[in-house]
Each structure stands twice: as C-alpha cells, then as structure tokens.
C-alpha cells in the first residue's frame, strides 16, 4: 500500500463521530461541574396557628427537595416556641426529607404559646456559622416558612433591629426567601428588611417562583 492511499485522519467519518462525542461529553462535564453546591436551608413553622398551611408546607418542601443536588449540604429546622434542628447533613439523591411531615412539631416543640422568628432566624444564623467553621464554603440558599410571629413568654414578638441584623448575617453569602406571612407580619417583614439585599418575602401563592426557583437560581451562580 502505497502512502497516497493512506485516509487522513480529518477525513475519516469514524474519526468526526469520536471527536464529536468527545467534545460533548466534556461539554456536559463541564456544566455539571457549573453547578454550584450550596447550603441549603429550610426552618418550617410547626405552630399550632400555622396547621392550616400544613399542604403548602409539604409543597414547599418538595418543590425544595426538588432542586437539591448532591453538591448540596441540607439543614432542616422546626420553631414555634422554640427551635430544634432535625436534620443536618450532605445530600443524596435517595435522601427521603419526609415532606409529609414538614409542618409537624417535634416533642418538645409548641408545648407554650408563641411563634419565635427571631430564634429562628438566630438558630438559622448559627448553623450556617457552624458550617462555615468545619469548611462549607457554598452560598446560602435559605427558606423560611411562617405563618405568624406570635409573642413568646417575656419576649416580644419581633425586634425590628434584630430582625434586619440576623437576615443581614444570613444573607452576607446567600440568599433567603421568607414565604407565608399573614398580611400583618408581611407588611412588617417588607417595612423591616426594604434595605436588605438578597431576601425576598412571598405568598403561600408565590412559594415557588418568588421564593424557591429564586433563592436556588440565585445561591448556584
């Protein structure tokens, strides 16, 4: 055979289908390496008042659960008097974070009257600061889901001041959706937080689009 009757290598059929498998292939791993893992963030109001919205809290969690990748580290929390971390953990795609039981209290939980955002929001903030000291280095992508800010014994049910602190704290490296406030509390969050980037207060209505798909979309980027 002589070397005249050698194909180049640019002419062979075989030799484009490769290359161009190639080159998908890292396309695809070269978005999927995109991908930004983040913290992501769920505290759930468990008060008797909020029992109501227990379906929108369950829709709420799943469409979270939704946008979960196993990049993401998952830390769940449950308030109404008092706060209790439930889960605290990277995620996996066979990971059950029992969204039917989103809006039931842990024992110990709503045994006296109130609803304590302001613990809530400081619970959310130091656990957040906890993983950042062991090495999380992902944006925040922070849900909180309230019906009512209700009064606690001794305490009031929310310090204007503290509030905007807490949810500055949370936001330096992330974002946080507040979605459920009665009309009260909503106007008082939106008076409250008006100069704070980076949070968003939204509807049972809005959860999805105003809340989840925005607080996700922004924390991956």
Same mark, same amino acid.
């Given at each position: 055979?002589?070397s005249?009757?050698?194909q180049?290598?640019?002419?062979?059929?075989?030799a484009? @289908?490769?290359?161009?498998?190639a080159?998908?292939?890292a396309f695809q791993?070269f978005g999927y390496?995109?991908?930004q893992?983040v913290?992501?963030v /769920?505290?759930?109001d468990?008060?008797?008042?909020? =029992?109501?919205?227990?379906a929108e809290?369950?829709?709420?969690?799943r469409?979270?659960q939704?946008?979960?990748i196993?990049?993401?580290l998952v830390i769940?929390?449950k /308030?109404? #008097?008092? &706060?209790?971390?439930v889960?605290?953990?990277?995620?996996?795609?066979?990971?059950?974070? #029992?969204?039917?039981?989103?809006?039931?209290?842990?024992p $110990?939980?709503?045994?006296?009257?109130?609803?304590?955002?302001?613990?809530?929001?400081s619970?959310?903030?130091?656990?957040? =600061?906890?993983?950042?000291v062991? $090495?999380?280095?992902?944006k925040?992508?922070?849900?909180? &889901?309230? =019906?009512?800010a209700?009064?606690t014994t001794?305490?009031?049910?929310i310090?204007?001041a503290?509030l905007?602190?807490?949810?500055?704290k949370i936001?330096k490296?992330g /974002?946080?959706t507040?979605?459920?406030?009665?009309? @009260?509390? =909503?106007?008082q969050?939106?008076?409250?937080?008006?100069? &704070?980037p980076? &949070?968003? @207060?939204?509807?049972?209505?809005?959860?999805?689009?105003?809340?989840?798909?925005w @607080?996700?979309d922004?924390?991956?980027?």
């Amino acid at each position: 055979m002589t070397s005249s009757s050698v194909q180049p290598i640019y002419r062979s059929p075989a030799a484009w @289908v490769i290359a161009l498998l190639a080159i998908g292939l890292a396309f695809q791993m070269f978005g999927y390496t995109r991908i930004q893992g983040v913290l992501s963030v /769920f505290f759930g109001d468990t008060s008797q008042s909020n =029992q109501i919205n227990r379906a929108e809290v369950t829709k709420i969690c799943r469409h979270r659960q939704e946008q979960l990748i196993e990049k993401d580290l998952v830390i769940d929390g449950k /308030f109404a #008097d008092r &706060v209790q971390i439930v889960n605290n953990a990277n995620y996996t795609s066979n990971q059950n974070l #029992d969204c039917d039981r989103a809006a039931t209290a842990p024992p $110990g939980i709503g045994k006296e009257p109130g609803t304590d955002l302001i613990a809530a929001l400081s619970s959310m903030d130091e656990v957040i =600061q906890h993983q950042r000291v062991l $090495g999380a280095s992902g944006k925040v992508a922070a849900i909180l &889901v309230i =019906q009512a800010a209700e009064p606690t014994t001794g305490k009031k049910a929310i310090d204007s001041a503290t509030l905007s602190v807490l949810v500055q704290k949370i936001t330096k490296e992330g /974002f946080l959706t507040i979605i459920g406030p009665e009309t @009260v509390l =909503q106007g008082q969050l939106n008076r409250t937080l008006a100069k &704070v980037p980076n &949070v968003k @207060v939204c509807s049972f209505v809005q959860a999805k689009e105003c809340g989840i798909d925005w @607080v996700f979309d922004r924390a991956r980027k």
